[in-house]
């Protein structure tokens, strides 16, 4: 075995030991914050104790992809700082070994902490998820599985769209009704805040109807209240088709743009959402190759608590960064593709930047 490898291995193996601890504390801590918020809904709601512990190990996997990323940034932060405070980065390059070569074992494991972010993504998260929000639901005194939301409704010349939609009363907030002709020519827009489909009907709140004319022009008109006889409600058991994006894994969120493409939707949320799941996964790398420069700045001395701080910090700004984009990508101001990955190319320029100016 070389020195090279020697060398590899020892960095690679006190990386994930200080992963893991890293990892372990922020679940630790996020649960017990999660405890502290929701346990009196729980016990509101009377439930018992397996339950309670059913719906936070069913949170588990989304908080363990959630905090992975970050603690892939403390813990390269935290490896290098003690490697400097020993002297072994100045021993290291004594011995004729640059920066960079010291880095791959450390990329390495971030590559690998992205592929099991991927793996929890795309198997078991979405599944505990869908448990865990079940039990929320529950303990908020809803039934379970009855809200569905960004729901369109394709009819003989007609379109509906639901911001959402409560299976149990049939309330729904946001909705809009496009009536086209034959033609596929828009005739009226209803735009209501909220609704409610009671007995074959469908009785609309502050509405705001706009009727089309010919040569484009078009009339507007405000009514607080409006029914639509004749108007039956949502069939039963869209919950499960239409669920949130992080019920689905990367297969279901693409067969779900599909099928809502082909019925001549424009699904834009959900391609930004299985962008961002792309996205997500790659973190981790992307966070250890933002933590070697800075971990790298100093050769010698350093602060753990430095470390821990610029770590979170960072985390902090990208997750700021990764809801902007999210938002614009939602509103249609970026395309998809680039809602989900620009946050993660800035930081990787971010940190190749700071790399060049590491001295080697």
Known sequence: ?????????????????????????????????DFMENISAFLGAKMGAGRILLFFAAQLPK??????????LVATLLVLTLLARNSEIVAFKAGG??????GRPLLAVGLGLSLVSFALAEGLAPRATAVAN???????????????????????????????YNEADGAARGLTIFFIDDDQTPERRL????????????ELEKVLDKAYSPGRAFTLAFQDRLTLEDWPAPPPGLNRADQASEEMSFLE???????LSAEGFGPVRQRVDLQMKFAFSLLPLVMV??????????????SAALGICLGLAASFIY?????LARSLGYAGLLPPLAAAWLPNAVFTLFGAWLFSYVRQ
Request: proline share 3%.
């Open 1 to 33: 075995m070389t020195g090279l490898s020697i060398i590899s291995r020892y960095l690679a193996a006190h990386f994930l030991r200080t992963w893991a601890l890293v990892l372990a504390g922020f679940v630790v801590l996020y649960t017990a914050i």
């Open 63 to 72: 908080v363990i992809g959630l905090m992975n990323p970050v603690a892939a």
């Open 97 to 102: 070994i640059s920066l960079t070569r010291l």
């Open 134 to 164: 079940r039990i929320w639901e529950e303990a908020r005194g809803t039934k379970p599985s009855v809200m569905v939301k960004d729901l369109w409704i394709k009819g003989v010349r007609m379109v509906e769209h639901l911001d959402s």
């Open 191 to 202: 735009s209501a805040s909220r609704g409610r489909f009671v007995d074959g009907r469908l």
């Open 253 to 259: 969120l693409w067969q779900s743009i599909r099928r």
């Open 289 to 302: 190759l933002v933590g070697l420069p800075l971990g790298f700045w100093r050769e010698k001395g350093g």
């Open 319 to 323: 997750l700021i960064a990764m809801e």
